[in-house]
């Protein structure tokens, strides 16, 4: 999807996401989405050139292709896949030589990348929209805009209040009218097509203003009509206001108000259209699109490739300790570390990630998606953590408090909100959060006519609660190392839509939430494994395997 060369910080249509999380406010759809035709709404969408068709290979072909980096299967995968020549693979990526980049071609590579990221927000995520929003009214450029617009609608008044009336401006409007009013037509729309061109004839309005005949309410009222035609049904009342508005100047000003989000709607509908037929094409496209961005730009793999490093020496480390641990392993023979495992254990280090580095490019266009994951998840390990506590110290008296559990959610979420936040008080939070437990247990305890909580209990209770915040808190560990089981054997499965993992103890407070959330994970993961697994495969081979990497090359080089 080709974004057109606008001043991308300006405001006009800004793509959203689910949240409202802002993606980037390109313009790249801006008085699209004419026809509901696929071919039609593609060719519209500003140069999307995404190929649409079935003869495509399908997203089994490229599930092949990367076989070898998501197969379950560590035994087979490790010397046969990364000893294979892959090149041969159609869609397997190639390598570049080192070259000086120009600016053109930084340029290109900066389209792709916007090409790249929008396509796989409009797949991916259902609530992908694009909403009209302005200038804020007290910024600066909002208070310019406010003062040109009125000095344009002023004096266009001023021109029709002369006698004779001037109709040059109200005559450009009328025909700006008539072309974003063909916008909307379908291409077998020729009744409505004809009509609107034989009413909103420039040609004859200006020989009728030439003799001062010119009926401005009654073409304005034609367009009003044809608005209400097209419109989507909920600019119904916005239809009616403009026919209940009497100054004609206004009511110019209003029509294309309304039109403006009559553009949104088509726009919205069109990305709606258009979705199942690019989640069909997407791993090919992305795929497609990375490869030219990696020949644009030779350096394009570089932190995904730092990513994939770290991960092995992870998996290098928790090796060499379980070999110390136990006196009868062989330390002199290589160990064997399965792709899958070093590719799992990337995507899991994930969740941990600090959002202020760089993410892998790789993942660049589930970043926003994969931050939201680890957010909740913290907020879920907090509550884990003091429903531990709390069970632990006070059981015997929150055993028969009902929906304790839903309760503690309750209380806990709201005061957790933004808790990733630099200025967010953790330990405040947390201190609340200890104060509304003790609320709740010693209502349930007078309610039963036993005794409350003593004054020491309540704050042993709130203190374990508050240690939370602390680095290396016994309790937060245990409760971090059995969410990052749950979800390395979320990622072990072949299909997670089938069955999950069993939940580790201690998380059985936060289950549903956190079987929902390993599903997005789990997606998001299997994905990227389909669309770069053969990116990952060429990096892999040479980290893991860089003997057979090097004879590769001297063969490569020695046949040219």
Known sequence: MDVPEEDTNSPGWVFKSEGGSCVRPWRALCGTARGSGLVYCVNKVKGFRMPLNDDQNSDSDSSRLSESTVSSSDTEYSRQSFNSDSSSKPSSPASSPPKVITFDELMAATRNLSNWTLAHEIAVNANFCIKHEDYPQNSFAGTVKQIVHKAFWDHLESELNEDPPEYKHAIKLFEEIKEILLSFLTPGAN???NQICEVLDTDLIRQQAEHNAV????????????????????????IKQLKATDNIVELLRQIFRVLDLMKVDMANYTIKSLRPYLWHNLV??????FQEILEETPSALNLTTEWIKESIEDEL??????????PGADSSSKPIISPTLVLNNGYLKLLQWDYCKTIPETLITDEVRLQELREKLNQL??????????????????????DFTDHLKRISLPLLEGMNKKSFDLKEA????????????NKSLSERGLPTLSEEMQSNLMGQIAHIVEKNNPVCSLIDKRIQLFMRSLLALPSFQKCMPTMPGGLSVIQREIEFLGSQYASIVNFNKKVYGPFYANILRKLLFPEAAMEKTEAETSSN
């Open 284 to 289: 090919d496209y992305e795929r497609t699109k």
């Open 191 to 193: 009744r409505i097509h």
């Open 381 to 402: 390990k907090v509550i884990a953590c003091v429903s531990l506590i709390t069970n632990n110290m006070v059981g015997a008296a929150v055993v028969d408090v009902p």
């Open 215 to 238: 009926d401005i309410p009654g073409l304005a009222n034609y367009v009003i009509n044809t608005m209400g035609k097209l419109c989507a049904p909920i600019r119904d009342n916005d």
């Open 430 to 441: 947390l201190n609340a959060i200890g104060i509304q437990i003790c609320s709740i247990v």
């Open 317 to 326: 480390s928790s090796i060499s300790d379980e070999s110390s641990s136990c």
